[in-house]
């Protein structure tokens, strides 16, 4: 049974344009409702011939297709979108008894496949790892765009984060005899996180950095994205959330989760006051981990301060409630 859910699939699906090709009306009737549960936009089509002619019209994030259609089928119906964008996403639709006409597919550059009777669990593991794929992309062509219209901001971003790095080494190393008394104080035996968390929690760790560095250089934040790395955050705090010894880490970082989620305009509203307080947290928490990786659990304790004096000052300032904490923040 797959472990990808409707929700986690909704994160990244939900601002999607899809193109639905199916001439079984029964089954282009029961699939179509369940999509539109899915996606932002849902255009249902009953041939290939009419696919095509709106695929000219419309720019959709995914195509998915049925092979065998009246006056274009799904072999001819890809060519000629090919033909249009070399890069559409298309998933394809088979029968058992289509094997043949797969290896045409593959040879289009076509990997993802749902195979007739349409299993749930299946069709959401693929709508999954599609969407992902795609929402990743568009953070990244956004970026590349900020990029060339930003050479000069990004320069003097550089010089800021090696300032920020510098400032945040000294930070690191004036650990109070207090924080020291606490982590002696942990049961580090819930502290080793399992390989394949640490695994998730690096890639996790790289589309947060990519997402706060967008946002830091964007002049134009859309309200989907600061939403988009809340869930990040979510699921970051859902791995932590197995192990006791990072409870209070965990709940600082699920808070800030569900406030970015709730309150987009907010920290959208308070960016620049919290750019630099992110990119800290965001450089800490990656050696944090490493500590983790290395089972050098006692040092991993050492960081947590930091992170969490960083989440809750940000926390803070979204709320609103800056004028409670010090006009200017101390590093140290």
Known sequence: MSMITTDMTINFTKDLKILYAEDDVELQIQTAEFFRLLFKS????????????????????IVISDIRMPKLDGIELTKKI?????????????????NDSLINFINLNIRQFLQKPIDIDNMLETLYYTAKNIVNEKMVEEYRKSLEFSNKALTQKNEELQS???????????????????????????ANI????????????????GAA??????????????????????????????????????????????????APQNFIDKVNDIATLLESFIY???????????????KAFEFHSSMINDVSTIITIIDGSEDSIETEIEFF
């Open 82 to 98: 090919r033909e249009i964008n070399p890069f559409q996403n298309i998933i394809i639709i088979s029968a058992y008894n289509d």
């Open 42 to 61: 849902v255009s249902v089509v009953n041939n290939g011939e009419d696919a095509l002619n709106l695929y000219k019209e419309e720019e959709f994030d």
């Open 284 to 298: 800490v928490l990656r050696m944090w981990r490493t500590k983790i990786v290395e089972k050098k659990f006692t």
């Open 213 to 262: 560095v967008l946002i830091s250089l964007s002049n134009n934040l859309q309200i989907s994205n600061i939403q988009l790395l809340g869930n990040m955050f979510l699921a970051y705090a859902s791995i932590l959330s197995q192990y006791p010894a990072y409870n209070e880490l965990n709940k600082e970082i699920e808070r800030l989760g569900a406030l970015l989620n709730n």
């Open 164 to 190: 920020l790095v510098r400032i945040l080494d000294s930070k690191l190393l004036q650990i109070s005899k207090e924080d020291k008394e606490k982590i002696q104080e942990i049961d580090l035996s819930t």
């Open 194 to 209: 399992q390989e394949q968390y640490l695994n998730e929690l690096k890639e996790l760790e790289i589309d947060i950095s």
